[in-house]
T-cell receptor, first 110, second 114 residues
Framework: QKEVEQNSGPLSVPEGAIASLNCTYSDRGSQSFFWYRQYSGKSPELIMSIYSNGDKEDGRFTAQLNKASQYVSLLIRDSQPSDSATYLCAVFDNTDKLIFGTGTRLQVFP | SAVISQKPSRDICQRGTSLTIQCQVDSQVTMMFWYRQQPGQSLTLIATANQGSEATYESGFVIDKFPISRPNLTFSTLTVSNMSPEDSSIYLC???????????FGAGTRLSVL
């Protein structure tokens, strides 16, 4: 059973802090990794994709990938209350099926 | 990203009835995907719908319960048949618009079965 694991949280951070969200995956052959943000009652919205080891930055978001350790993380700098949402990690397995983690709920308090 | 329209946005249905959910994309796409998100859970793939062929169902999902149509490259439907309260979920369609292996989601259909 291919799995994507996330801490369900909630992860609470103060406004302006860095939020660090982590994800591990079981399929060593996975090559494509994604972070989606899901506000309560809404559908998932893609915020980052990453395919190579290392860091990928987009505005306040940085995705980090370490294939040897089978983990991918998302850093949110200068966290804002509007970042409060559930963050879903998703990984393509070697059959091109997108496997989702259960999500980490982030709460940013003023 | 793709513009993906899904309807209805929500519905309340009686057990034993069926509901058909529509997903319309603003451009032609090869593959469309249907997911279920049960309350407090993550997304589970129901099936993959390719135009011109039978949908491919994931383990635990069968065509009799979740028939899918894919009449053209911009449209698909998912029917939830003979509903029970356990079918109360959010149903989402997604597409890989440019063949980039990146999925974008519609707004979802929130289904409650009484």
């Amino acid at each position: 059973q291919k799995e994507v694991e996330q801490n369900s949280g909630p992860l609470s951070v103060p406004e302006g802090a860095i939020a660090s969200l982590n994800c591990t995956y079981s399929d060593r052959g996975s090559q494509s990794f994604f972070w989606y943000r899901q506000y309560s009652g809404k559908s998932p919205e893609l915020i980052m994709s990453i395919y190579s080891n290392g860091d990928k930055e987009d505005g306040r978001f940085t995705a980090q990938l370490n294939k040897a350790s089978q983990y991918v993380s998302l850093l949110i700098r200068d966290s804002q209350p509007s970042d409060s949402a559930t963050y879903l990690c998703a990984v393509f397995d070697n059959t091109d099926k997108l496997i989702f983690g259960t999500g980490t709920r982030l709460q940013v308090f003023p | 990203s793709a513009v993906i329209s899904q309807k209805p946005s929500r519905d309340i249905c009686q057990r034993g009835t069926s509901l058909t959910i529509q997903c319309q994309v603003d451009s032609q796409v090869t593959m469309m995907f249907w997911y279920r998100q049960q309350p407090g859970q993550s997304l589970t793939l129901i099936a993959t719908a390719n135009q011109g062929s039978e949908a491919t169902y994931e383990s635990g999902f069968v065509i009799d319960k979740f028939p899918i149509s894919r009449p053209n490259l911009t449209f698909s439907t998912l029917t939830v048949s003979n509903m029970s309260p356990e079918d109360s979920s959010i149903y989402l369609c997604s597409v890989d618009r440019r063949g980039e292996n990146i999925q974008y989601f519609g707004a979802g259909t929130r289904l409650s079965v009484l």
